[in-house]
């Protein structure tokens, strides 16, 4: 399997999490519909093709979860009072301006989130988003969640990964929790700071997601499973999303 190895940075970061509350709680790392969409954004698709274009598409993702801070955002209801299409030269402005409603909410950022992705796409997708990666010539800004978070992507290499017969491995990326088995021996004699994320893993040109139990190691570090999805690409063994 060719595999497109790439990093993906900013300042910030934010992705909202499907249970989020009052409060804009965001996910550690972008989910794989998120991935969909900054891909999409590369190759310039339409919204809401990339989830049909782009499958079946394989990605996995390796890093540390970032830091975050909560920050206040101020978000209008009413939009603002429009402006006369006369203007005159005798005109004040007036008392009374239609009331602007807003309501002011939590979001959580993340600072300088990074993350290493292996993607494998469809061609002739593939092969496109190798070249513009490489000449950094993407058709509209990719982003962090949010529009005005840019994103920061870096061509690193073009790699093969191979399946590896079913044993215990020591994966470097997000683990897919179903059919893994954590050695925990090797696990707690190292420490890790396994976290436990629920994301979003497919999306529907309908908008109905469906969702998916990862495993995650908090600082980047691998994690040894018993599974037999695990690749080896270059000096690294991964697992699809």
Known sequence: ??????????????????DAG???????????????????????????RPQTLLEPMQVAIGGRMPGSHWHKAKFRKDPPEALSYVIKKSQKQE??????????????????????????????????FASRLKERRWYFQPSLGLSEMLAELEFIATTEASKLPEG?????????????????????KEELAINLLRLPRTVTPERVFT????????????????????????????MFL
């Open 22 to 48: 009052v409060s804009a709680i965001s996910y550690p790392v972008p989910p794989r519909t998120v991935i969909l969409g900054i891909i999409g954004a590369v190759l310039g698709l339409e919204k809401d």
């Open 211 to 238: 969702h998916a139990n990862y495993f995650m190691e908090r600082d980047g570090r691998p994690i040894m499973v018993k599974t037999s999805d695990a690749y080896l690409s270059g000096k690294g063994i991964l």
């Open 1 to 18: 399997m060719k595999i497109i190895n790439f990093r993906l940075e900013g300042r910030f970061g934010h992705f909202l999490r499907a």
């Open 95 to 128: 008392k009374n301006t239609k009331p602007e409603r807003a309501t002011l909410i939590t979001q959580e950022w993340l600072f300088n989130p990074s993350y290493d992705l292996f993607v494998a796409l469809p061609e002739p997708f593939h092969s496109e």
């Open 168 to 188: 215990t491995y020591p994966v470097e990326t997000l683990i897919l929790q179903e059919n893994v088995q954590l050695a925990m021996e090797k696990c707690l």
